[in-house]
């Protein structure tokens, strides 16, 4: 209930603070909450968005009004509780508000020049040798092994790099005899590579070689080599990387990077006179005024974590916790949980000796039914050792099939645990209906705070005004 009634919220939120205009002809006011105006814009981006495609409840223009004054309401409820001003919120907000927009501050030049930046220095990491396609074999042999495996290895080595200069396929022999598998499914090839991406031995002999040459027998770390040069060449020209590059950036959060060196930059060139909370907040400002998708978008955010404050506040978790509460309510409404079979309040249990059966229903008699399970895992299963195995709840019909036999005189098989051949049961058969609400709690907690809400609802309606401009709703999504 909580966290579909936060969804609900969020979705319905649209009151951030902006520079609202006068009412013009293009964008008139559409209602007045608490003295606020809100414009025909602001309700169309909440009401589409909220009745878009797949969204099953939709909602008319005329129904959906109640609820946008609703949650304008509560926002101005929260704004006069002060939620607005407390740390864990401001933290909140400007995280999400920062997301958003720091972004926006990176153009479409500054991605350019970044990727020309990271190609450019790549072309000089690289350096005049270019990269280098090869393909090798290799006949592993552990630095820690005895040199009589590493002479083992070279007499194998020796026998394959002969049998090449006599003619034999290169690709071949590295499928069949190379233990580099990832290279050996590849007839041996490695991808292209460049200065200090290999083992220092094999590029030294790999860089000296020109495509079609064969290296000698080489000898690294991992053991020994016959290297074959496939391909030599420089890096293509910048176009055909530019795709590729801006991707990388993507992948790597570059375009943040550099939004936050621009804010860095433009906090350096005020000299002090700006923090970066309200550099954020300008920049924000500026961009809604030409982004309306933008401004209802943060705004959204922030009237979403002002309405979940303050609805856990005074629906959500009030109600949750307010155990007199919820017992009066049940009391007031227990024919609204009346069952239509029976139910058994109690546990299903396993033991491994007979002797704990009796001990069990000793242990919860006495307590109330929420203290049954701490009592039994500290009685019988504190220790590393499993003495019994228990179910509790309250079961229906074909909830547990041990139940269902011994307590509602079904037949039906019951198969018994592994290691716990005794089965037993405790508890009562609720007839009529649950006890109290603690049986029903969460259908109780979740109409006790729908009677919550609509009480608060009620008592904001008589707290503030508001008013519909009927006339210039009869044009939301119907206009030029």
């Given at each position: 209930?909580?966290?579909?009634?936060?969804?609900?919220?969020?979705?319905?939120?649209?009151?951030?603070?902006?520079?609202?205009?006068?009412?013009?002809?293009?964008?008139?006011?559409?209602?007045?909450?608490?003295?606020?105006?809100?414009?025909?814009?602001?309700?169309?981006?909440?009401?589409?968005?909220?009745?878009?495609?797949?969204?099953?409840?939709?909602?008319?223009?005329?129904?959906?009004?109640?609820?946008?004054?609703?949650?304008?309401?509560?926002?101005?409820?929260?704004?006069?509780?002060?939620?607005?001003?407390?740390?864990?919120?401001?933290?909140?907000?400007?995280?999400?508000?920062?997301?958003?927009?720091?972004?926006?501050?990176?153009?479409?030049?500054?991605?350019?020049?970044?990727?020309?930046?990271?190609?450019?220095?790549?072309?000089?990491?690289?350096?005049?040798?270019?990269?280098?396609?090869?393909?090798?074999?290799?006949?592993?042999?552990?630095?820690?092994?005895?040199?009589?495996?590493?002479?083992?290895?070279?007499?194998?080595?020796?026998?394959?790099?002969?049998?090449?200069?006599?003619?034999?396929?290169?690709?071949?022999?590295?499928?069949?005899?190379?233990?580099?598998?990832?290279?050996?499914?590849?007839?041996?090839?490695?991808?292209?590579?460049?200065?200090?991406?290999?083992?220092?031995?094999?590029?030294?002999?790999?860089?000296?070689?020109?495509?079609?040459?064969?290296?000698?027998?080489?000898?690294?770390?991992?053991?020994?080599?016959?290297?074959?040069?496939?391909?030599?060449?420089?890096?293509?020209?910048?176009?055909?990387?530019?795709?590729?590059?801006?991707?990388?950036?993507?992948?790597?959060?570059?375009?943040?990077?550099?939004?936050?060196?621009?804010?860095?930059?433009?906090?350096?060139?005020?000299?002090?006179?700006?923090?970066?909370?309200?550099?954020?907040?300008?920049?924000?400002?500026?961009?809604?005024?030409?982004?309306?998708?933008?401004?209802?978008?943060?705004?959204?955010?922030?009237?979403?974590?002002?309405?979940?404050?303050?609805?856990?506040?005074?629906?959500?978790?009030?109600?949750?916790?307010?155990?007199?509460?919820?017992?009066?309510?049940?009391?007031?409404?227990?024919?609204?949980y009346a069952w239509d079979e029976p139910r058994f309040k109690g546990i299903a249990y396993h033991v491994k000796e007979k002797g704990d059966v009796k001990a069990v229903k000793n242990c919860v008699k006495k307590l109330p039914f929420d203290h049954w399970a701490e009592a039994l895992r500290s009685t019988f299963n504190a220790d590393s050792v499993i003495r019994i195995r228990v179910e509790k709840g309250i079961f229906k019909l074909g909830d547990?099939?041990?139940?269902?036999?011994?307590?509602?005189?079904?037949?039906?098989?019951?198969?018994?645990?592994?290691?716990?051949?005794?089965?037993?049961?405790?508890?009562?058969?609720?007839?009529?209906?649950?006890?109290?609400?603690?049986?029903?709690?969460?259908?109780?907690?979740?109409?006790?705070?729908?009677?919550?809400?609509?009480?608060?609802?009620?008592?904001?309606?008589?707290?503030?005004?508001?008013?519909?401009?009927?006339?210039?709703?009869?044009?939301?999504?119907?206009?030029?």
């Open positions: 209930m909580k966290k579909t009634a936060t969804a609900v919220m969020l979705m319905l939120a649209a009151s951030y603070t902006v520079e609202l205009q006068a009412q013009t002809t293009n964008d008139p006011v559409i209602m007045t909450v608490n003295g606020s105006p809100v414009l025909r814009s602001e309700f169309e981006y909440s009401y589409n968005k909220n009745n878009s495609e797949g969204v099953i409840d939709k909602k008319t223009v005329e129904e959906y009004v109640d609820l946008f004054i609703n949650y304008k309401l509560k926002v101005a409820a929260a704004i006069d509780a002060h939620y607005d001003t407390l740390t864990s919120y401001k933290k909140e907000f400007a995280q999400y508000r920062d997301q958003q927009v720091m972004p926006m501050l990176v153009t479409d030049e500054d991605m350019e020049a970044e990727a020309h930046k990271i190609y450019d220095e790549t072309v000089e990491r690289i350096g005049p040798d270019g990269l280098i396609k090869t393909a090798h074999i290799l006949l592993r042999a552990d630095q820690q092994a005895p040199q009589s495996e590493w002479d083992a290895a070279k007499v194998r080595i020796d026998s394959i790099y002969t049998a090449l200069k006599n003619g034999a396929d290169f690709a071949d022999l590295a499928t069949r005899l190379s233990q580099d598998p990832g290279s050996a499914r590849q007839g041996g090839e490695l991808p292209f590579v460049q200065h200090g991406q290999l083992v220092k031995e094999y590029e030294d002999a790999a860089f000296a070689l020109q495509p079609g040459e064969m290296s000698g027998v080489v000898k690294s770390a991992y053991g020994y080599h016959i290297i074959l040069m496939k391909e030599r060449k420089m890096l293509e020209p910048f176009e055909e990387h530019h795709d590729a590059i801006l991707r990388f950036m993507e992948q790597r959060n570059i375009r943040d990077q550099i939004a936050q060196q621009k804010v860095d930059k433009m906090l350096a060139e005020s000299n002090g006179q700006m923090t970066q909370e309200q550099l954020m907040e300008q920049k924000t400002n500026e961009l809604s005024k030409n982004d309306m998708e933008l401004r209802y978008l943060i705004q959204e955010y922030h009237d979403g974590l002002l309405l979940y404050e303050i609805s856990n506040n005074l629906v959500w978790d009030k109600a949750a916790k307010d155990e007199a509460g919820l017992a009066a309510y049940f009391k007031s409404h227990k024919n609204n547990n099939a041990y139940i269902d036999k011994v307590v509602f005189k079904k037949d039906t098989t019951v198969t018994s645990l592994k290691d716990y051949p005794i089965d037993a049961h405790f508890g009562k058969v609720l007839k009529k209906g649950p006890e109290d609400y603690t049986d029903v709690r969460g259908l109780v907690v979740a109409d006790y705070q729908e009677q919550l809400e609509k009480e608060w609802v009620a008592d904001l309606r008589r707290r503030y005004s508001f008013q519909v401009n009927e006339q210039v709703l009869k044009t939301v999504n119907n206009h030029e």
